[in-house]
């Protein structure tokens, strides 16, 4: 039975960061891509980066290039993300997903399995 479960959002000032990280359970955490999602209030799910199953190349939507990190630890099943210069368009619940492949896609059909969500709230 898989299981993906988000952990680390709460309440941060403009400016500042949060780390998110994501325990995996129930299948290979290494032979497939993950990616994070949000969801802010009233709207859609947006994707906002992916990773490739080892590592090797990292993708982020451009709103969040540069402040936010996405990264893995395979020998703990955990992906993590790093998220600095935080805005108050950053609220939103985040979802880690578990790709089909070894490539991430942007797509929200690509991904079979979804956590509950932790919710990040950017505000003075």
């Known amino acids: 039975q898989v299981q993906l479960v988000e952990s680390g959002g709460g309440l941060a000032q403009p400016g500042g960061s949060l780390r998110l990280s994501c325990a995996a359970s129930?299948?290979?955490?290494?032979?497939?891509?993950m990616s994070w999602f949000r969801q802010a209030p009233g709207k859609g799910l947006e994707w906002v980066c992916g990773?490739?199953?080892?590592?090797?190349?990292?993708g982020y939507v451009d709103s969040v290039k540069g402040r936010f990190t996405i990264s893995r630890d395979n020998s703990k099943n955990t992906l993590y993300l790093q998220m600095n210069s935080l805005k108050p368009e950053d609220t939103a619940l985040y979802y880690c997903a578990r790709g089909t492949h070894y490539y991430y896609d942007f797509l929200v059909d690509e991904y079979e399995d979804w956590g509950q969500g932790t919710q990040v709230t950017v505000s003075s």
């Open positions: 129930g299948f290979t955490f290494g032979r497939f891509a």
């Open positions: 990773i490739y199953k080892d590592g090797s190349d990292t």
